[in-house]
């Protein structure tokens, strides 16, 4: 007796292929993941600072003493005579923006960062000083430039 051999479904032709192709695919490019730069680290302003904030034609003596984060939190005193003022902000690549924080004396500003050697040598920028929360009559901010250096 003779039995016939019986056939194997046939799969779609292209079906093969489309696997093989896939395959290949994804060994080039690594699985789907495409390289990307490591993040350039944020400037560190940690430290000890001193300058001055300037209103027009006189100058106040000022100082900084700030703590940083890898996230480039900032936390720290500021002086400008003869007020000390708790402050938070965030350092970028470029700046520093901070205000103050649990203090009657509101102060907000944004410094930009001068570098050299990989280094922030330096801070300066618009700084505003309200005196208002603290009782004061006049009610308008003291707006000043804040220069500072290591």
Known sequence: MVTRLQRRPRRPPGLKTGAIVVLLCLAACGGGHSPTAP?????????SWSGTFGLGFFGLRASMRLAQADDGTVQGLLLIFPNDVNIVGTVSATSFSFH????????????????????????SGTTS????????????PQVGHLSMFR
């Open 129 to 140: 000083q309200d005196f208002a929360p603290c009782g004061a009559p006049s009610g308008h």
């Open 100 to 123: 103050s924080v649990g203090n009657c004396l509101t102060v907000n500003g944004t410094l930009a960062l001068t570098q050299e050697a990989g280094s922030v040598t330096q801070m």
């Open 39 to 47: 993040a350039s680290p944020l400037p560190q302003i940690a430290g």
